[in-house]
């Protein structure tokens, strides 16, 4: 039997194909705009219920059985009412046509953003004022920055300074960075629970630790006791960072090689599965 390609070179499979491929993009953008909120939870008590919906029925648990349809025919009201604040977020993005448009990066600002942070870091490390920021990357810091005082101000290093001077309103807790503006200042942060963390080291470096545990966020620690600047990201804690090194280590995580900042939604997306893609 011989395998003729014209069979399958239909208009009817490409529409298929077609089909498949809008379900999965539209699932994989759901899963990116979810990442880093509690709503991943609830997802997961899904699944579990839908698991033990198809043990049911195949055991022949009809109790069971029947109670899990009366909780998936209320599901649909129940998605709605809980994931509320998550369905406001992502119709946003589709309107601002952020869902088509991660591929490209705007360097310059990045660039500023880059040069005031280390404006910033500089004046806090020889002064030894402690201070604590995160940067968004992928993943989403909604449910941190629900915690925090909105501020939505450009980034600038006197401002980052005055935030964290001690006494002030604004000192305490973490400055979160969001699509280059400070989204919100004294903001609550997981702790983490590591005993490789050394002993020394304050909240602000559990913090620190524990964002980068659950996110992919880039977090930056400047010790009040010895003015060490450390950074945190993905369940890494580099401590001891020069203004070299943070500066290098900025630029290779926060800006997009020049050649990459013009590729299409699908080249950006495919770059993000298979080989870590550019951030946002």
């Known amino acids: 039997m011989s395998f003729n390609w014209t069979d399958w070179l239909t208009l009817s499979n490409f529409v298929r194909l077609l089909d498949i491929l809008v379900v999965w993009f539209v699932i994989y953008e759901l899963i990116i705009l979810l990442r880093g909120t509690k709503a991943v939870q609830l997802f997961r008590g899904i699944i579990v219920i839908a698991v033990v919906k198809i043990l049911s029925v195949f055991i022949g648990l009809d109790t069971v059985s029947w109670i899990m349809d009366q909780i998936i025919n209320w599901a649909v009201i129940a998605m709605v009412i809980i994931f509320q604040p998550e369905i406001r977020r992502g119709l946003e993005h589709l309107g601002r046509g952020s869902m088509f448009v991660r591929g490209k990066r705007q360097n310059e600002d990045e660039e500023r953003m880059i040069a005031e942070l280390d404006k910033a870091i500089q004046y806090m490390a020889k002064r030894r004022i402690g201070a604590l920021m995160s940067i968004k990357m992928d993943t989403g810091l909604e449910d941190y920055i629900e915690t925090g005082i909105s501020l939505n101000a450009a980034i600038t290093g006197e401002l980052l300074i005055n935030i964290f001077i001690p006494n002030t309103p604004l000192h305490d807790g973490a400055v979160i960075i969001q699509d280059n503006e400070i989204k919100v200042a004294a903001a609550y942060l ?53 203004q070299e090194n943070y500066l290098r280590y900025f630029r290779q995580v926060l800006l997009t090689p020049e050649e990459s900042t013009h590729q299409n939604v699908f080249q950006s997306w495919f770059g993000r599965i298979f080989g870590g893609g550019p951030r946002k």
């Open 190 to 242: 997981p702790l983490s629970e590591s005993n490789l963390i050394p002993k020394e080291l304050g909240t602000r470096h559990r913090a620190a630790v524990g964002i980068s545990e659950v996110t992919d966020a880039l977090t930056i620690v400047i010790s009040e006791e010895t003015g060490e600047v450390s950074i945190t990201k993905d369940n890494e804690l580099m401590r001891g960072m020069t």
